[in-house]
């Protein structure tokens, strides 16, 4: 067996599309999306990274090309070394796409459905592609970048609770954040705080 | 014979199946679905399992997760990167102080910051010690699981000597905060070392007694022996770590492998099983809290002194109190670590450390600046429940108890 180092040359051999990716600590490559289920099975089957730890996205914001960036990390449990594989997404926006590992790893079952939970990233080839952390119907990917922090008022999934309980939906109190308290209106120690009415300032002109 | 039907997704719900033609059967057999939690006592915190049964054998089991889920992640982005310390609290709630630690060291490693002989030990100690306790709940629950009451009160009183001493030492006993980045909350308090060492003198024939309480007991060996078998090789497909992937007879311990905070300075031995059953993960964690106490003991003797916190930390760490109330220097740092929060350079780290609960990751992707551009947490519990549905299928219900108390998992880490 070679050590880490030798994984990325021996990589980059095998692959000429593979480039190395700038890294404070482990080894880590860059592996265009369609060689990424061939470059895991490599590392997997020749070097020993026999442990997928992670598997997680990178949103580098909106409008940015590429957008999504499918981060895996891998550790080899008889050399004891990791290394990172990144590769960017394709697809647009709005469904990004990278191709599924759960044949190489059924760890990366429940990753991978989080990953397309918090990113909406579809992974193709996945058994089976539920949100796992947000409820089946979530209309949002809350680690997008453009989901606000306060969250969004969604409608209720279940139309039996919401008959019941009389809303319609789950609110979401701290949008718009910082809180204010809303003078002269009700009795402050009494009151919830509120968000404080962000459009208009300094610059902008309060709306009438 | 019956036939594989939709899953329904609705609890106990029953579907009824047609029986095999010509069998000559006289019932029809229907499979049942059956929602475990996600308020049940032996599902350890609010996870539910969606479960198909045939009779009392599991036919399918599908976790479902995420009802504690409060966007960790999400929340890390838009804080400084000091202002996240007490939600690693938050992750696994039971050794608090392991998760603080792995957080900054993780940060760490992004700054670029080596900490001082002091700071690492007071770090292992912490974290050991956060596994002996964690180790302790695990083993009370369990043994509460599949019916053995005592065990639980044994531990739970061996538990509260610890978050005394944990008081004492962070002013907390649940969320401590105690391992900043680039140092610690504080010194530890005169007199704590002694008490460290008096508890794991008093510690080690309790938990003799503890442990056999179960080790030989015919009921619990009923319960554990064989069932939940995980292989080698399905271990490390599913990602499992910590004591679940040792219990499988895999030897991959972060502390001897990928030493860090100078665990490499210490002597202790790595247990693993043999079957990978329930009994093999008990056996495990009751090792595993010896070995703790070992480490504890070797710490304690060589306890270093100097500082205790990364000289070059300045531009992390809020200067001192009396500094910052009578120099101006200090007082525009201070405002500026608070508002800002501490300048880190860009780049990309992944550390793991091996928390009570397995390896508990940490992936910083930096642009530079006081905030995150994305914190990846990679919880253990996460990882190690993924193979239920996997290790479920063919037991009996009760065995699936014995199997969640043998896994310890924690809610508000997987769910984050």
Known sequence: MSAPADATSALQERFPQVTERASLDHPAVNVPVAEVLAVLKYLRDEFAFDMLVDLTAVDWAEGVLPRFTVVYHLLSTTRHVYIRVAANCSGDDAAPIAPSVVSLWPGANWHERECFDMFGIKFEGHPDLRRILMWDGYPYHPLRKEFPLAGIETVLPDPEIAEETKTKVIASPMAGGPFVATAGEMNLTEAEPRAKDESWSEQREKPE | ?416
């Not at chain 2, 599908?62 to 939600?87: C, S, W």
């Not at chain 2, 739970?156 to 649940?174: H, I, N, P, S």
């Not at chain 2, 090792?287 to 070797?298: A, V």
């Not at chain 2, 397995?358 to 930096?366: D, K, N, P, Q, R």
């Open chain 2, 1 to 416: 014979m019956a036939t594989e039907i939709a899953f329904s997704d609705s609890a106990a719900k029953s579907a009824r199946v047609r029986p095999a033609p010509g069998a000559g059967q006289e019932f029809e057999t229907e499979k049942m679905s059956l929602s475990m939690g996600p308020s049940h006592p032996s599902t350890h915190g609010v996870l539910r399992l969606q479960m198909e049964l045939d009779g009392e054998i599991l036919t399918k089991c599908d976790p479902v997760i995420g009802y504690l889920h409060r966007g960790d992640e999400k929340i890390a982005e838009n804080m400084t990167y000091n202002q996240f310390v007490p939600y690693t609290d938050r992750l696994d709630y039971i050794a608090p102080l392991a998760n603080n630690m792995a957080y900054a060291i993780a940060v760490e490693k992004l700054a670029k910051l080596e900490v001082p002989a002091r700071c690492q030990a007071i770090r292992v100690l912490t974290a050991e010690l956060a596994r002996v306790s964690s180790h302790l709940l695990g083993l009370g629950a369990f043994g509460i699981d599949v019916g053995a009451w005592t065990v639980f009160m044994y531990a739970f009183e061996e538990r509260e000597k610890l978050y005394k001493l944990f008081e004492e030492l962070t002013g907390a006993r649940f969320t401590t905060s105690y391992s900043r980045i680039g140092g610690l909350q504080r010194d530890v308090p005169e007199g704590w070392t002694g008490r460290v060492g008096a508890f794991c003198d008093q510690f080690l024939p309790i938990l003799e007694e503890t442990l056999a309480l179960l080790t030989r007991n015919k009921i619990f060996m009923d319960r554990t022996v064989g069932v939940g078998v995980i292989s080698p090789a399905d271990a490390i497909a599913y990602g499992l770590t910590g004591p679940n992937l040792r219990g499988s007879g895999v030897g991959l311990d972060l502390r001897k492998d990928k030493p860090y905070s100078g665990y490499e300075q210490y002597r202790f031995d790595v247990p693993v099983g043999t079957k990978g059953d329930c009994y093999d993960r008990y056996l495990v964690r009751g090792e595993e809290m010896r070995q703790s106490i070992r480490i504890i003991r070797q710490v304690l003797a060589n306890f270093p002194g100097g500082d205790w916190y990364a000289k070059d930390a300045r531009k992390i760490f809020a200067p001192p109190k009396d500094k910052i109330l009578t120099s101006m220097e200090e007082l525009i740092q201070n405002f500026m670590i608070v508002t800002e929060g501490p300048q880190l350079p860009a780049g990309e780290v992944y550390f793991e450390a091996e928390n009570p609960k397995g390896a508990l990751g940490f992936y910083i992707v930096s642009k530079g600046g006081g905030v995150p551009w994305r914190l990846k947490i990679r919880a253990p519990s996460f990882a190690n429940l993924s193979i239920l549905p996997k290790v479920c299928v063919g037991c009996l219900v009760s065995d699936v108890v014995a199997i969640l108390g043998s896994f310890d998992f924690v809610m508000g880490e997987c769910d984050r």
